[in-house]
């Protein structure tokens, strides 16, 4: 049983920095592709980060600049780092990550991140 468990999200002014993780459980649980996407309320859920498993990364244009997202492959782990948050920036961030040699991918539950004006 593979689980995404995220934690992070809370209420920031904008202008001000939060640090969303997220651990991939199961003893066998190979990442291959991890990212987070983000959906607002009222709106389609969008793509946030990507990072491959060497490391490679692509951001929405309207992160880029700001955001960064890593991982630990120790720990099947992956971040994301956001600075100078904006109150566009206010959504449900989830985690997801493919599942290395299948075609199967995951999604944590999600953590709110609110950005006050």
């Known amino acids: 049983q593979v689980q995404l468990v995220e934690s992070g999200g809370g209420l920031v002014q904008a202008g001000g920095s939060l640090r969303l993780s997220c651990t991939a459980s199961g003893s066998s649980f190979r990442a291959n592709r991890m990212g987070w996407y983000r959906q607002a309320t009222g709106k389609q859920r969008e793509l946030v980060a990507l990072?491959?498993?060497?490391?490679?990364?692509d951001y929405a244009n309207s992160v880029k600049d700001r955001f960064t997202i890593f991982r630990d492959y120790t720990k099947n782990a992956v971040y994301l780092q956001m600075n100078n948050l904006k109150p566009e920036d206010t959504a449900v961030y989830y985690c997801?990550?493919?599942?290395?040699?299948?075609?199967?991918?995951?999604w944590g539950q999600g953590t709110q991140v609110t950005v006050s004006s």
């Open positions: 997801n990550a493919e599942q290395m040699g299948t075609p199967y991918e995951y």
């Open positions: 990072i491959s498993r060497a490391g490679s990364t």
